[in-house]
């Protein structure tokens, strides 16, 4: 598993943070696989959520 | 009286524009009866993916105190206005009063952008220098041999033939082996 860094407090501009919990395709993380705990996990993905409609982050690397 | 975050994405055609669509946004915020605590000017930013055929966007960050009801009234506003690409209005418990992570990222990737086309510009320019370099050994070569060029095509032609020998005779062999079978 790898180790990710994940502060105290965080939202949907620190893109470097939510950066590590998406792959390659723009996908999030499982929990599971991500290894952090369901909270953090949860705020996680509504951040990554919230930067995607902000196009801060990708849907998909399917964009024109 | 509650604390709110609009973050606006606003069309990059109104850059030159970008100070009196503010100034008017501030006025007419402040006429809804919305304090502002904070605002974080982000500026151009490549979108990750494009909005209405723009690649790049114009953000700004308000940190706005004010009442419930004058929320519908800017969420009217907001719906109709043009100049905008996306917004979003949030609720949040308590104000950062500081700048967000994204005006260092947007800083961060303007240098990139423009490291980058330095680099290109100097390796546009390597290249240009190189072709040219180039296109004189090809003259100089041209001019000292343009001899031996024709004897090796001659040699080529000669071998491209013999080679046309051994495949007939495969061939030939290869259909008598059938007809004995």
Same mark, same amino acid.
Not at chain 2, 47 to 71: D, H, M, T, W
Not at chain 2, 80 to 99: F, I, K, M, T
Not at chain 2, 110 to 132: P, T
């Given at each position: 598993?790898?180790? $990710?860094?994940?502060?105290?407090?965080?939202?949907?501009?620190?893109?470097? $943070?939510?950066?590590?919990?998406?792959?390659?395709?723009?996908?999030?993380?499982?929990?599971? $696989?991500?290894?952090?705990?369901?909270?953090?996990?949860?705020?996680?993905?509504?951040?990554?959520? $919230?930067?995607?409609?902000?196009?801060?982050?990708?849907?998909?690397?399917?964009?024109? | 009286?509650?604390?709110?975050?609009?973050?606006?994405?606003?069309?990059?055609?109104?850059?030159?524009?970008?100070?009196?669509?503010?100034?008017?946004?501030?006025?007419?915020?402040?006429?809804? /009866?919305? !304090?502002?605590?904070?605002?974080?000017?982000? /500026?151009?930013?490549?979108?990750?993916?494009?909005?209405?055929?723009?690649?790049?966007?114009?953000?700004?960050?308000?940190?706005?105190? /004010?009442?419930?009801?004058?929320?519908?009234?800017?969420?009217?506003?907001?719906?109709?206005?043009?100049?905008?690409?996306?917004?979003?209005?949030?609720?949040?418990?308590?104000?950062?009063?500081?700048?967000?992570?994204?005006?260092?990222?947007?800083?961060?990737?303007?240098?990139?952008?423009?490291?980058?086309?330095?680099?290109?510009?100097?390796?546009?320019?390597?290249?240009?220098?190189?072709?040219?370099?180039?296109?004189?050994?090809?003259?100089?070569?041209?001019?000292?041999?343009?001899?031996?060029?024709?004897?090796?095509? +001659?040699?080529?032609?000669?071998?491209?033939? !013999?080679?046309?020998?051994?495949?007939?005779? *495969? *061939?030939?062999?290869?259909?008598?082996? *059938? +007809?004995?079978?």
């Amino acid at each position: 598993m790898k180790s $990710v860094k994940l502060p105290k407090k965080f939202n949907h501009t620190n893109l470097d $943070v939510l950066k590590q919990f998406i792959t390659e395709t723009g996908k999030i993380i499982p929990g599971r $696989v991500s290894g952090v705990t369901a909270a953090q996990q949860r705020k996680i993905t509504q951040s990554i959520k $919230v930067a995607r409609f902000l196009a801060l982050l990708p849907y998909t690397d399917q964009h024109k | 009286m509650n604390n709110y975050e609009l973050t606006l994405i606003v069309k990059q055609d109104l850059e030159s524009r970008f100070d009196i669509f503010k100034e008017s946004f501030d006025k007419s915020l402040s006429e809804m /009866g919305f !304090q502002i605590a904070h605002v974080e000017n982000i /500026g151009k930013r490549f979108l990750a993916y494009p909005i209405q055929k723009n690649n790049k966007g114009l953000y700004i960050i308000y940190q706005l105190i /004010g009442s419930p009801s004058s929320v519908s009234d800017l969420e009217n506003k907001l719906k109709y206005d043009n100049s905008l690409l996306r917004y979003l209005l949030q609720r949040v418990d308590s104000h950062s009063l500081s700048n967000s992570f994204l005006t260092q990222d947007t800083v961060e990737a303007n240098k990139r952008a423009e490291a980058k086309l330095a680099n290109k510009a100097k390796q546009d320019a390597l290249e240009a220098q190189a072709k040219k370099s180039a296109v004189r050994d090809d003259a100089a070569d041209a001019f000292q041999s343009p001899k031996n060029d024709q004897s090796s095509t +001659k040699d080529d032609l000669e071998e491209s033939a !013999q080679f046309d020998e051994i495949d007939n005779d *495969e *061939e030939h062999s290869s259909q008598e082996t *059938e +007809k004995e079978d």
